[in-house]
């Protein structure tokens, strides 16, 4: 079995950066797994933020969170990373790494395993 944590999480002003780490351990078969953000308000439903693959370059994201994230990883330390820059308020949500091979990264639907969130709040 699988499992990740994540961390980096808290509370900015509009405009601030913050960089998610989100680090494997036991079975995740990590440096072949695909490995995906994802992020929940309250009242709404989760939605994909980024993804990357196991194959390097493989990256690609939420229209609403182009050009101002970026996901990254360090094989070497089973860990993935967001890093976020321009934070608007709608950013603000409960942040879940997921990892695995679904058949559709965006989805919520198909990962092997999930982390338990960090709060990110953005303020305006």
């Known amino acids: 079995q699988g499992q990740v944590v994540e961390s980096g999480g808290g509370l900015v002003q509009a405009g601030d950066s913050l960089r998610l780490s989100c680090t494997a351990s036991?079975?995740?078969?990590?440096?072949?797994?695909?490995m995906g953000w994802f992020r929940q308000a309250p009242g709404k439903e989760r939605e994909f933020v980024a993804g990357?693959?196991?194959?390097?370059?493989?990256?690609y994201y939420a229209d609403s969170v182009k050009g101002r994230f970026t996901i990254s990883r360090d094989d070497a330390a089973n860990t993935v990373y967001l890093q976020m820059n321009s934070l608007k308020p709608e950013d603000s949500a409960v942040y879940y790494c997921?990892?695995?091979?679904?058949?559709?990264?965006?989805?919520?639907?198909?990962?092997?395993?999930w982390g338990q969130g960090t709060q990110v709040t953005v303020s305006s």
């Open positions: 997921a990892g695995g091979r679904p058949l559709d990264p965006r989805s919520t639907r198909g990962w092997d395993y």
């Open positions: 036991g079975r995740t078969g990590f440096i072949y797994d695909d």
């Open positions: 990357i693959g196991w194959r390097p370059g493989n990256t």
